[in-house]
């Protein structure tokens, strides 16, 4: 769940930092405090839109910080897949926002935006009033229904992608693959003509690389021979004062005196040493030169052989290897125009063979669907008569869209009848902003145990309701809080009577500045909040009463 929000330098707010406790926690405050400002900063921290206009005024740089406690196996294994893992069972997403630019971090490590979208979509599921376009496009509805049938879709749903790919695959083969008899033989004879120019020269993998670098050895071997002879002129060959000579002068000199004493022994012992390793560097030295002697006709070989690889690097692939593959494909199409007729009446089996194993798999998950299509309808129907939906029908149709996809050939729609008497017709056409809100309040509920999310957050779920409804909605939050983590923002006393945990977002002036403060309430300031939700500026004691009842009744409906 989501255990941290720390916010700094962002449109109103100078640095605030929010504990967010499980269940449902509840946002609420006067407009204008700063609400839509938090839910913001928690987007940016996710991967939403930055511009530098964002940042509080005078500031040059902002950050937005979320704290999460993981302890799902499921989320836990997917960041393992993408090389990240949490540290004492946390993991933070932050945000560093600077004039014209941000830098996203995971735990302190930066990472591209699509790794930080990646994750947090694992972790977080924000719900706003714009998202209820969700259920204005019908092509969302087929994966709401997938999402609801759950484990026994998913097999099949890969069996079918895997198989539409093949069928896609072999199609492709099959259409760049039929030609007239003129073409064919034009490609019979192209690809005759480079397999013979790439076997002719019979290239060896890695031979490129050694012939470069023999190459560059060869060309520079004028300048390393002369460094040789120069190095060689005073170590061993001007017999007047190279250093062998002076060295092999300098131990007749002292062997004189070796046997002195311990210390001239030592000593002379040391110009033995470096006698004997000056014999060894020369001799060395010598076999190094030898190295770098190439005759004209070597260096000829050399430079031509490697003018052909690179001419076929040019024309069939990057690395020997690659050319290599290149001939071996290209023989394989000769076999293929060589009994053309052959070939392609095996790709045309073997396309229906794959068209076949499509209609099987797009067949099983229209089954799945047809099965759980009812129960899902009817489920949100439940849960849409508990949200104050009279008398409401709802169903949702599956039909042959005609075609395969990865998805296969099914569309689905919800189809509802908002009052008795009227005719079922498609949800795009009949729900108002408010209503489709509480449609989705209740899809999410018979979604809540399919959905891997840990915290969904709802920006403005209460628009367009109050009374009973609203004392419905915040039922339903309520509920979603048992089995996941839940951040709503209210201004409705009935939704605010639910949280298990309620947050007040404030606006204070201080001389020329405004900062935006959030407290964590006990349950004597939720209830005075709640109250002044209720009375506005003006809360009197009846008032505060009702603000408890009103409390007390949530907690007794639990």
């Known amino acids: 769940m989501l255990q941290n929000l720390h916010v700094k330098n962002l449109a109103l707010i100078d640095e605030t930092e929010v504990d967010f406790g499980p269940g449902l926690n509840i946002l609420t405050g006067e407009t204008g405090a700063g609400k839509s400002i938090l839910m913001g900063s928690v987007s940016l921290a996710l991967g939403g839109r930055y511009t530098a206009d964002m940042l509080r005024s005078g500031a040059k740089n902002g950050l937005v910080e979320l704290t999460f406690t993981i302890d799902d196996e499921r989320i836990l294994y997917s960041l393992e897949k993408m090389d990240i893992f949490p540290e004492d069972g946390l993991i933070t997403l932050s945000r560093r926002l600077m004039e014209g630019r941000s830098v996203s971090r995971i735990n302190g490590e930066t990472v591209s935006m699509g790794t930080l979208k990646d994750v947090a979509g694992l972790l977080i599921d924000i719900h706003g009033q714009h998202d209820n376009q969700t259920l ?12 609801y049938a759950g484990e026994e879709i998913l097999p099949v749903k890969k069996e079918m992608a895997e198989a539409f790919r093949s069928y896609q695959e072999i199609c492709r083969q099959l259409e760049e693959s039929l030609m007239d008899d003129d073409s064919r033989r034009r490609e019979l004879s192209l690809a005759d003509f480079e397999v013979n120019e790439i076997e002719e020269a019979a290239p060896v993998p890695g031979e490129d690389e050694e012939l470069e670098q023999l190459y560059r050895r060869m060309t520079e071997s004028r300048k390393v021979t002369e460094a040789v002879a120069e190095t060689y002129r005073y170590t061993a060959e001007d017999l007047s004062s190279n250093a062998s000579d002076c060295l092999s002068r300098a131990i007749r000199a002292f062997q004189e005196i070796s046997d002195f004493d311990e ?8 110009l033995l040493d ?11 030295l010598s076999e190094y030169a030898k190295s770098f002697e190439f005759s004209g006709e070597e260096f000829q070989e050399t430079e031509d052989r490697l003018n052909l690889i690179n001419h076929l690097k040019a ?8 050319i290599l593959a290149y001939c071996e494909h290209r023989k394989q199409k000769i076999e293929e125009l060589n009994d053309y007729d052959a070939f392609i009446k095996e790709l045309e089996k073997r396309k229906e063979e794959a068209l076949e194993r499509t209609a099987t798999a797009s067949e099983k998950l229209h089954v799945i669907r047809e099965k759980y299509a009812s129960s899902f309808a009817e489920e949100i129907r439940k849960q849409m008569t508990e949200l104050n939906f009279m008398d409401t029908r709802l169903e949702m149709q599956i039909t042959d869209t005609g075609r395969y996809s990865a998805g296969g050939r099914d569309d689905a729609e919800f189809y509802i009848a908002l009052n008795p008497g009227e005719p079922l017709r498609p949800l795009s056409n009949i729900a108002s902003g408010g209503e489709l809100s509480r449609i989705m309040l209740a899809v999410k509920t018979v979604l809540a145990d399919e959905e891997d999310t840990p915290t969904l957050i709802f920006d403005e779920i209460d628009a367009g309701i109050s009374g009973i409804t609203a004392d419905k909605v915040g039922e339903k939050l309520h509920l979603i809080g048992r089995s996941r983590q839940v951040i709503c923002i209210t201004h409705l006393p009935q939704i605010a009577a639910a949280a298990d945990v309620h947050f007040l977002i404030e606006k204070n002036a201080r001389g020329n500045s405004v900062k935006t403060h959030i407290e964590r309430l006990d349950d004597d300031a939720s209830i005075r909040e709640i109250a002044r939700i209720l009375g506005g500026a003006k809360v009197t004691d009846s008032i505060l009463k009702s603000a408890r009842e009103m409390k007390e009744l949530a907690k007794s409906e639990r």
């Open 136 to 147: 204005l496009n019908r092509r969302n509805h087929l994966a709401l229904l997938d999402l």
């Open 263 to 270: 210390n001239a022994a030592q000593l002379y012992s040391q």
């Open 274 to 284: 470096a006698d004997s390793l000056l014999n060894d560097f020369n001799r060395e």
């Open 315 to 322: 024309k069939y692939g990057k690395t020997v290897t690659d």
